[in-house]
């Protein structure tokens, strides 16, 4: 059974940092891509970044580039998200999920079957 577990949530000031962790289990990392979202209150879910395996290429949504950054330790079924000079506007529940049959690095919520339960940040102005 795949699992993804997100951690590394909580609550920063404005222009503080936080590192969000999810892992993988349950599967064979090879070729797949993992994409980070959130979703605020009264707010549809939206895509932050994403990750593909076969060659390491990512993604940002505008809102968060120069400030993001994704990365992989495929030894340890982890991937990251780096997240610098954070803003109120970032304050949302953060999800990670896994494409098992990935199309180049997308961030559209459909490409992606597999979901973790969610991570809360919070950012205090």
């Known amino acids: 059974e795949v699992q993804l577990v997100e951690s590394g949530g909580g609550l920063v000031q404005a222009g503080g940092s936080l590192r969000l962790s999810c892992a993988a289990s349950?599967?064979?990392?090879?070729?797949?891509?993992i994409g980070w979202f959130r979703q605020a209150p009264g707010k549809e879910r939206e895509g932050v970044s994403c990750?593909?395996?076969?060659?390491?290429?990512?993604k940002y949504a505008d809102s968060v580039k120069g400030r993001f950054t994704i990365s992989s330790d495929n030894a340890k079924n982890t991937v990251y998200l780096q997240m610098n000079s954070l803003k109120p506007e970032d304050t949302a529940v953060y999800y990670c999920?896994?494409?098992?049959?990935?199309?180049?690095?997308?961030?559209?919520?459909?490409?992606?079957?597999?979901w973790g339960q969610g991570t809360q940040v919070t950012v205090s102005s």
């Open positions: 999920a896994l494409d098992l049959i990935p199309w180049g690095s997308s961030l559209a919520l459909k490409s992606y079957d597999y």
């Open positions: 349950g599967f064979t990392f090879d070729d797949y891509a």
């Open positions: 990750i593909r395996s076969s060659d390491g290429s990512t």
